[in-house]
């Protein structure tokens, strides 16, 4: 059997996009987004929605060509959800001294540390729209603050099955069939980020943890972090202490533990609900079976599971998305995507617990 593909998105990177750039740019992120995240822009701009991606990529582009929607309308967009959440999440926390560091508030000279490590050139650059094949530097901000981003960006190629373009062919005595794909490009996004005010910093991956590029990747980010303060000024948050502070607290919250898995020196306990959408602590049965072990100092958090409530700001519910907590490799999984101040709240939550 033999498979057809045909890439059918490309793009080139420009400083000042034009209207096809943008276009084929909005085909890629749409992929990558929940449609609630696509609707919030079509609903900001007062443009029709539609019911699914087709429809909300062609009311974008139809925009696009109008004038309705601009580089900067998409620019803000981008910054706000592309690259937040489905992704694995290090945090690390500052010492005060580092904190008050005048670094952070001078511009002039984070500048110049950039730009002696050779990325000047990426220094408040535009957002990219390059879909580069291999994962690249795209920009350095300083923002409000005193908050520092570092941004990298990768395309990707996702493949379409499109059964309408299969088709069979006679060679010889073979009859062969063909089957068609969709090849379209789609971008990964990876960050650093450095908020001196709340002594916290985060890394944002999402290079999956099971491929060998995820180790590259974060040796890629250090080094071009490192420019600017050494990695020894991030200290990683001991996840295993948020793992059993965020499971022993009892009050109602935007944290919920749905599964978790404590050890001690030659044993470990679990606990856990059977839906994947509950807490095991309203089982009223689990909840005293873990109390039992409320006073074990020695046990510490493994793993856990938990549920939280990411806050839509609007007159919807607030949703409910999973984190999965590693103690043992100090690092979080988010399983769904998110906006920035949805990543930044569930990660200043977290380190309330450290």
Not at 81 to 101: C, H, K, M, P
Not at 161 to 190: H, K, N, W
Not at 322 to 329: A, S
């Amino acid at each position: 059997m033999h498979q057809a593909r045909r890439d059918i998105n490309t793009i080139r990177f420009v400083p000042d996009p034009s209207k096809e750039d943008l276009k084929a740019l909005v085909d890629g992120v749409i992929r990558a987004q929940g449609n609630d995240f696509i609707k919030d822009l079509l609903r900001r701009k007062q443009l029709p929605i539609g019911t699914n991606k087709a429809q909300f990529s062609k009311h974008l582009k139809a925009a696009i060509d109008a004038g309705t929607v601009l580089a900067a309308d998409i620019d803000d967009w981008l910054h706000e959800v592309e690259g937040w959440g489905n992704q694995t999440i290090y945090l690390y926390r500052l010492s005060a001294a580092d904190a008050r560091d005048r670094l952070w508030t001078d511009e002039s000279l984070l500048r110049r540390r950039v730009t002696k490590a050779g990325h000047g050139g990426q220094w408040a650059a535009n957002t990219s729209v390059a879909f580069d094949t291999a994962l690249t530097l795209t920009g350095v901000h300083a923002l409000d603050g005193g908050r520092l981003r570092f941004e990298w960006h990768q395309g990707i190629t996702v493949e379409d099955r499109a059964p309408e373009r299969d088709f069979t062919r006679d060679e010889g005595d073979e009859t062969i069939q063909y089957r068609a794909y969709l090849l379209r490009r789609q971008r990964t996004v990876m960050r650093f980020e450095i908020r001196p005010r709340q002594r916290l910093a985060a890394a944002f991956v999402q290079v999956p943890v099971s491929s060998k590029e995820h180790d590259a990747a974060l040796a890629a980010m250090w080094e071009v972090v490192g420019c600017v303060r050494p990695q020894g000024t991030f200290r990683p948050i001991n996840m295993s202490t948020v793992i059993k502070k965020v499971d022993e607290d009892t009050k109602s919250g935007p944290l919920r533990t749905n599964t978790v898995r404590l050890s001690t020196p030659g044993a470990w306990i679990a606990y856990g609900a059977e839906a994947s959408d509950a807490a095991y602590r309203e089982v009223q049965d689990a909840n005293e079976a873990r109390s039992a072990v409320a006073t074990m100092t020695r046990f510490t958090g493994r793993r856990s599971n938990l549920l939280y409530a990411a806050s839509r700001n609007t007159d919807r519910k607030d949703r409910d998305v999973h984190v999965q907590l590693d103690g043992t490799r100090r690092r979080l999984w988010v399983r769904a995507q998110l906006t920035e101040a949805q990543a930044w709240d569930l990660l200043v939550l977290l380190t309330s617990y450290a």
